[in-house]
Nanobody
């Protein structure tokens, strides 16, 4: 049974930093793609970043490039999202998602089979 558990969400002031974690378990094959998505109230779910299973490719949404960094520790089956210079518009529920390895590491939510429960990030003064 595949399970993804996010943690690290919190309330921070603009300009602050947070690190989200996504702990994965139950996969029958290694090197699965992991992506982070977010959804703000009244908005569609948005792809934020993706790490390809082999960790050789990462992708970022234009809105977070230069501020967010995705990384993974395959030995711990954990993927991280380091978020710096946070802005109020980053406020959302953040989800991690997983799928079998691809060549492209998509940021399309329809491409992912497995989802975590989400963690709230609030950026406000």
């Amino acid at each position: 049974q595949v399970q993804l558990v996010e943690s690290g969400g919190d309330s921070v002031q603009p300009g602050g930093s947070l690190r989200l974690s996504c702990a994965a378990s139950g996969f029958t094959r290694p090197n699965y793609d992991i992506a982070w998505f977010r959804q703000a109230p009244g908005k569609e779910r948005e792809g934020v970043s993706c790490s390809r299973g082999s960790a050789d490719i990462t992708r970022y949404a234009d809105s977070v490039k230069g501020r967010f960094t995705i990384s993974r520790d395959n030995a711990k089956n954990t993927v991280y999202l380091q978020m710096n210079s946070l802005k109020p518009e980053d406020t959302a529920v953040y989800y991690c998602a997983a799928r079998s390895p691809t060549f492209t590491c998509p940021l399309d939510s329809n491409s992912y089979n497995y989802w975590g429960q989400g963690t709230q990030v609030t950026v406000s003064s």
